[in-house]
């Protein structure tokens, strides 16, 4: 079977967007794939992080994947950090990035725009992005489109240890759905729903009370007029929620849009709310049984061992090409 490798921050609660833009694909995925799906805490902490909410947060991003159906029976669900490989080998990569490769990344500049100083973990990690899906030798890599500049950064490594020390890893290949990949904002739909938005109001998470729920669609920006029809270049907002509601129904957006013919868009959102809380409710019921009963602990270590298995056969390759002496 060819190879998955894919991870999330626990940085803030994880939201709708992780879930259609992520995590749904995640559990397809399993069926076919050998999947590798990482908390990626050494990313995290490349702001500053409060421990005890990164300990939380870290536990929680895990439980959200096993309660929304990564069978850990059938992927590999594990802490980053737990598997050391990941920073040795990221700790390499660095010595085969160019400093202009890095300094072209989007994110980097995004995220460092307007601090006085940032740290050099922030302007390195696509380099340890790239030993995450190098370690297991992954051949797809899900992403979405703002994702797409590391993995070519991540491509463009592999070629050149292959070039430079023999042929060895595997050149990844992106996995971006046609539907749902980038789920936008409640407030704006020109940006990107994300879980480290100050306004709480931008944001489904996964965690939110049924109720909340319903009022932050309620409150949803929407375009102007009352028809609800996707059309993205002229009615963005409408067209983002019409997006979500067709990813929690199983419906078109062709079909959604016949739905809601004739109908303003409160009807829309009341019951674009519906149908959220009935994709959330059965995942939060799972969320809780998984935390409290601490299974959670019991799939990260045996994910964890599986992996690292996987990884230190990798390292054992890469320490040879490159001229590192073995242990005695």
């Known amino acids: 079977m060819k190879k998955v490798l894919s991870g999330i921050q626990p940085s803030g609660q994880l939201t709708i967007g992780n879930y259609i833009g992520a995590i749904k694909n995640f559990v397809t995925l399993q069926h076919d794939h050998e999947c590798f799906f990482s908390v990626v805490d050494l990313h995290a902490i490349t702001v500053p992080q409060d421990p005890a909410a990164l300990r939380e947060q870290s536990e929680s991003v895990a439980t959200l994947y096993a309660a929304a159906g990564i069978d850990p029976e059938k992927s590999n669900i594990f802490m980053q950090s737990h598997v050391p490989q990941h920073a040795e080998l990221g700790w390499l990569m660095t010595t085969l990035t160019g400093m202009g490769e890095l300094e072209r990344m989007t994110q980097f500049k995004d995220k ?5 100083s940032v740290g050099a973990g922030l302007f390195v990690y696509p380099a340890l992005m790239a030993a995450d899906i190098l370690l297991y030798q992954a051949d797809l890599v899900p992403v979405g489109e703002d994702q797409k500049q590391h993995l070519e950064l991540t491509r463009d490594l592999a070629g050149r240890f292959n070039s430079r020390f023999g042929d060895f890893f595997t050149v990844p290949e992106p996995y971006i759905p046609k539907v749902g990949a980038r789920i936008m904002g409640l407030d704006d739909a020109s940006k990107k729903m994300s879980k480290s938005s100050a306004n709480a109001g ?13 009022k932050k669609f309620n409150r949803a920006t929407t375009d102007s007029g009352g028809e609800v029809r996707y059309d993205p270049a002229t009615k963005p907002e409408v067209s983002n929620l019409m997006g979500i509601y067709a990813e929690c129904t199983g419906s078109s957006l062709q079909q959604v849009q016949e739905q809601f013919e004739g109908k ?65």
Do not use: H, N, W
């Not at 460092?112 to 006085?116: F, I, L, T, V």
């Open 112 to 116: 460092s725009e307007g601090k006085g």
């Open 202 to 214: 931008s944001y489904i998470a996964l965690l939110d009370p049924p109720d909340v729920i319903r």
């Open 264 to 328: 303003m868009y409160g009807a829309f959102k009341k019951e674009l709310g519906e149908a959220v809380v009935s994709v959330l409710e059965p995942l939060q019921q799972r969320y809780s049984e998984i935390r409290e009963s601490g299974e959670i602990k019991r799939i990260l270590a045996k994910g964890a061992e599986r992996a690292e298995a996987v990884a230190e056969e990798t390292m054992k390759g890469v320490r040879d090409r490159m001229g590192f002496m073995p242990k005695f």
